[in-house]
């Protein structure tokens, strides 16, 4: 029986061995997407002509992760991982677009590398910022790797640091803020547009404070684009907002907050939460008028000598009775039940104001948000000790766990944009949307504040944990793909019913997947059968 096996296998085995020795087996080593290196199973290795090529060794795919992560910290020269645009090439971007490997683009993330968060203007750079917040897609949300393009524009730098290092990367000159500059960025979009589809995410990051409210205002409404430094982080602190009002159960609407700092991310929280108010009903003037500012030169008010941007005036309101000087000042006048800080200044929720808030409220909401952890406005064990855990924290740096002197432990709640994006970016992606406004960011928001549990809330945590990112982000996108469909603005179609389980069979599989034919489906001691 077994020699007449052998003369019916043996001629079938050779001649598909040929094809895909021929067609496969050397194409599969080279290309980056095929090549399962060391991970290459015995029959897929005789069968593919690939036997002998490789160590005899066959790994399992973790080993292989755990080698390429050694691998990739060593690596520190971005010009490895990124495209690259610079003002020099207005007028080729079209051109060079063609030049990235992979055609099925369906997200970007680009940089100007201005406004690097806790380190200022890096240039050419800033190129890190996008390669990360793309790994995030990936590990937050299971979008494809391959479907991602992470952008750097370099237009030059005002570090003087790096105007002087003669190993920069960059161009050597002064940011160009001229008619270029506008030129540029609208011949990029266009191109991305153009080569990948009108549906095409692009995400701004890191953008300074002035390009980046007036980029956002220009292309909101003709692509499918967001910023994330303030439409991310609006919703990750509104969703800290909202998990907040079931603690204290007092509505979003009967809250005063108080800002320190007037930027991307302050403007941002404060247009979210105005929204969220519009939708219970109150007014829009009424809802401004709930938010306070306070910038480096004091509180934001009318008529004050200090400059106030277009974009601040809806928040500088009449001048109470009594100004101040210092934030302490601001918060005993004011008296607000929050306090947001988002100036990246450091310790400046100083002991006297968390004491403050915690005799104005019996549960002051102190939101330390800057990032990194030196750049935080307070700390998680001084806004629990001072306030006798009545406080209601979060941050945007990890802290430790908090032991109060009669035994209560908190655990602080970090609020990481990565709750946000990347699961607003499946949802967009997927069910192929054209435009991305304000209201998918705060269904974004009731959505991630909706997943975290009674317990958490009790341990002091505003937010699922960062250990269930991966969910978080699936059930994020399918409440916003429930708003998408419900307000006519998803492209995918039939809606699917169970939006979940869409999601989770449309994630991006780390796997390997077998490359021989059911033919091959034998028994592995068939293995042991000589192969011509």
């Not at 030196?374 to 908090?402: H, I, M, N, Q």
């Amino acid at each position: 029986m077994l020699s007449r096996f052998n003369l019916v296998v043996r001629p079938c085995i050779y001649m598909c061995r040929c094809v895909h020795t021929k067609e496969k087996g050397k194409p599969l080593m080279l290309s980056p997407r095929t090549n399962k290196g060391m991970a290459f199973t015995l029959r897929e290795r005789q069968i593919l002509g690939l036997h002998g090529l490789l160590p005899p060794k066959i790994e399992t795919q973790d080993i292989q992760a755990l080698r390429f992560k050694n691998h990739i910290e060593k690596v520190h020269d971005p010009l490895m991982k990124g495209l690259f645009l610079s003002i020099m090439d207005k007028g080729h971007i079209k051109s060079i677009l063609d030049n990235w490997p992979d055609t099925n683009v369906k997200a970007v993330v680009v940089t100007d590398g201005e406004r690097i968060l806790g380190l200022g203007d890096l240039g050419a750079y800033g190129m890190g910022i996008p390669v990360g917040k793309l790994c995030l897609y990936t590990t937050c949300a299971g979008i494809d790797p391959r479907t991602c393009l992470p952008v750097c524009i370099d237009v030059g730098t005002d570090n003087e640091m790096l105007l002087k290092d003669p190993f920069y990367m960059g161009l050597y000159q002064k940011r160009d803020r001229s008619h270029h500059y506008d030129e540029l960025l609208d011949e990029f979009m266009e191109a991305v547009v153009t080569k990948y589809g009108r549906n095409t995410l692009i995400q701004f990051e890191d953008f300074g404070n002035k390009n980046a409210f007036r980029l956002l205002k220009k292309y909101q409404e003709t692509y499918c684009t967001f910023n994330d430094d303030i439409q991310g982080t609006a919703a990750v602190a509104l969703a800290g907002l909202l998990s907040a009002q079931r603690v204290t159960n007092k509505p979003i609407s009967e809250h005063k907050c108080l800002f320190l700092g007037a930027g991307e991310a302050a403007l941002g929280i404060a247009g979210l939460m105005v929204l969220a108010m519009k939708e219970a009903g109150m007014p829009e003037k009424e809802a401004q008028n709930k938010i306070w500012m306070f910038d480096k030169h004091g509180l934001l008010y009318q008529g004050r000598s200090e400059p106030i941007e277009d974009h601040q005036e809806a928040y500088a309101h009449p001048a109470p009775d009594q100004i101040g000087k210092t934030f302490l000042d601001a918060v005993n006048i004011l008296q607000p039940t929050a306090i947001i800080g988002v100036a990246g200044a450091g310790r400046l929720f100083t002991k006297e104001v968390i004491s403050a808030m915690g005799s104005i409220n019996e549960r002051p909401i102190i939101f330390a948000l800057s990032n990194p952890t030196d750049k935080a406005e307070c700390t998680a064990d001084e806004a629990y000790t001072l306030t006798e855990g009545r406080c209601l924290f979060a941050s945007g740096s990890p802290f430790r766990p908090v032991t109060l002197p009669d035994g209560r432990v908190f655990y602080p709640g970090q609020g990481n944009n990565a709750y946000i994006f990347p699961g607003v970016a499946l949802a967009v992606i997927l069910i192929g949307v054209r435009n991305i406004t304000s209201q998918i960011f705060l269904e974004a928001a009731k959505a991630l504040a909706e997943q975290v549990t009674n317990d958490e809330l009790a341990q002091g945590s505003l937010y699922p944990p960062l250990s269930k990112i991966r969910e978080v982000s699936i059930k994020t996108a399918s409440k916003v793909t429930e708003y998408l469909y419900a307000n006519n603005l998803a492209f995918e179609f039939p809606e699917p019913k169970d939006k979940e389980g869409f999601f989770l069979s449309r994630v991006w599989k780390t796997d390997y997947e077998s490359f021989l034919p059911d033919i091959y489906d034998w028994p592995e001691s068939a293995t042991k059968l000589p192969i011509l």
